[in-house]
């Protein structure tokens, strides 16, 4: 007991620490982020005790960094802690137990009057299901407050909020700026694209947002912000704590440019937000962060029945390159919405939505915006049969479509075949290309109100 109080009698009073610049998150979108924050350091020479309650409550403790990054202070932790039990009603009285404590009670006539109560047992338990409390009033017991309780102090033990704790050890006095980090859960983002056309034509303008939300329980204010976009690798074992390493702590500052920028990251792409952002907790916030016009981006129309479904699929087709609208930045999943400009009172009308997975520059994207109305399509079997010796098939099929539209359009008609065997189009009445080892594709021309039919048979070969 005696070396117990000789060593807090060598701790120095608990630091009271201050910030030296505005919070810097790396929001992932998988509902974490990974906080770094400069917290001011005043040591002596030997012990300090350091407390910092400024960290979420949804914070990681095992992954709490505290480190000297300039390295002026040789200094070493010797103990790291974290406290989540911070005061409530039921944990002081759960420190009064045994105690006699005064219960304010109001009567029927709204006047309020003392009862003493001593308090048998509390019913706190932290983390986990209370129980109900029992108190003895005039030498009774009573399975319930008589009233409010009134505390004579918080008590030496208790905290008002979450906090973080360490003991650290300093060969010598001096002023320190540590960079304090952990991940933790409650925050995320997503992207989102608007894609607004006219009426008629194939050209959009795209309109990209990120939309931040913060669950954490803290309020970040002027927070330095980036995006990490990609799908990264998290332990996720049947306990709460989850462990990492905190490699995303030596990540380099990018300084503050005109637009949000990006650049690849390890494996995934890593967007800064070009300005400080508050972000409150439980608030939701939205940024743009790309903005694309003229970017062509034709509307295909295709029948795919195990892709789409028994009708004709309405799909936008763009490549995301620089050339096309000052595209080329790798575009994080998120949805997209589509709207129309309708030419009679220049008002936009929303024709569909989809979403996007990640995409890297360069590629290709489409995107599946709804079905046709204008354009019907019927698919049936006209012939199946096996060959005697059971080492061939063939299968016949009709596919009748009929366009309704005012104007001429091209349908693109998807086929797919069985994987396992061989398989020949013996007979087709349109051309088609050979997409993949299993499906071959018809582009079928149509004029305002024809019907056209597309005749194929198929063999099948186990030889």
């Known amino acids: 007991m005696k070396t117990h109080a000789l060593l807090f009698g060598a701790l120095a009073s608990a630091l009271p620490l201050s910030l030296a610049a505005g919070p810097a998150l790396t929001i992932y979108n998988q509902n974490f982020a990974v906080v770094r924050e400069t917290i001011l350091l005043d040591l002596k020479a030997g012990v300090n005790l350091v407390n910092f309650s ?13 480190r000297d990054s300039a390295g002026k202070v ?9 406290r989540a039990d911070a005061a409530s009603q039921g944990l002081l009285l759960a420190l009064n137990e045994g105690k006699t404590l005064d219960f ?8 309020e009057y003392v009862v003493k109560g001593r308090v048998i047992r509390s019913g706190y338990k932290a983390g986990g299901e209370a129980s109900t409390p029992i108190i003895e009033v005039d030498g009774k017991l009573r399975f319930s407050l008589p009233g409010q309780p009134i505390f004579p102090s918080l008590g030496d033990d ?25 991940i933790t859960n409650g925050m995320s983002w997503q992207a989102a694209y608007n894609f607004v056309a006219p009426e008629k034509g194939d050209q959009v303008d795209i309109v990209g947002w990120v939309t931040v939300n913060n669950n954490t329980g803290k309020t970040f204010t002027d927070a330095a912000i980036k995006l990490m976009a990609g799908d990264v690798s998290r332990v996720q074992p049947a306990t709460d704590t989850v462990r990492r390493e905190m490699k995303i702590m030596s990540m380099d500052a990018m300084p503050a440019p005109a637009g949000v920028t990006e650049k690849a990251f390890d494996e995934f792409h890593l967007y800064s937000l070009p300005r400080t952002v508050t972000l409150r ?41 620089k050339e096309n609208g000052g595209l080329g930045l790798p575009l994080p999943k998120g949805r997209t919405r589509f709207y129309r400009q309708d030419s009679a009172d220049g008002r936009l009308e929303f024709v569909g939505e989809n979403t996007i997975d990640h995409t890297a520059k360069n590629e290709t994207v489409r995107i599946y915006t709804g079905d046709v ?42 086929e797919h075949f069985y994987s396992w065997p061989n398989w020949t189009l013996i007979e087709q009445s349109d ?15 149509l004029k305002p109100d024809e019907e056209k039919k597309i005749t194929y048979r198929v063999r099948y070969d186990w030889k």
């Not at 400024?54 to 505290?66: F, I, K, M, N, R």
């Not at 940024?287 to 981006?297: I, N």
């Not at 051309?431 to 021309?445: G, I, N």
């Open 54 to 66: 400024g960290a979420t409550t949804q914070v990681e403790p095992d992954s709490v960094v505290l």
């Open 104 to 111: 304010i009670v109001t009567d029927k006539d709204a006047k």
């Open 373 to 414: 109305f204008d354009i019907a399509v019927e698919r049936k079997a006209t012939d199946s049969k096996m060959s005697s010796r059971n080492d061939q098939r063939e299968e016949a099929y009709e596919i009748t479509l009929r366009n309704r539209k005012a104007e001429a359009v091209e349908v693109r008609v998807t």
């Open 281 to 321: 907790d439980q608030e939701t916030k939205q940024v743009e962060f790309l903005r694309a016009t003229g970017v062509s981006a034709p509307q295909l129309y295709i029948y795919d029945q195990q892709k789409y479904g028994a009708k004709v699929a309405t799909v936008r087709e763009f490549k995301n390159t």
């Open 74 to 82: 040789s200094l070493r932790i010797l103990e790291q802690s974290y």
């Open 158 to 182: 208790a905290i008002l909020q979450p906090t973080l704790s360490w003991q650290l050890n300093a060969e010598a006095a001096g002023k320190v700026e540590a960079e304090l980090g952990y």
């Open 431 to 445: 051309p088609s290309e050979k997409t993949d080892a299993q499906t071959a594709e018809f582009r079928v021309k």
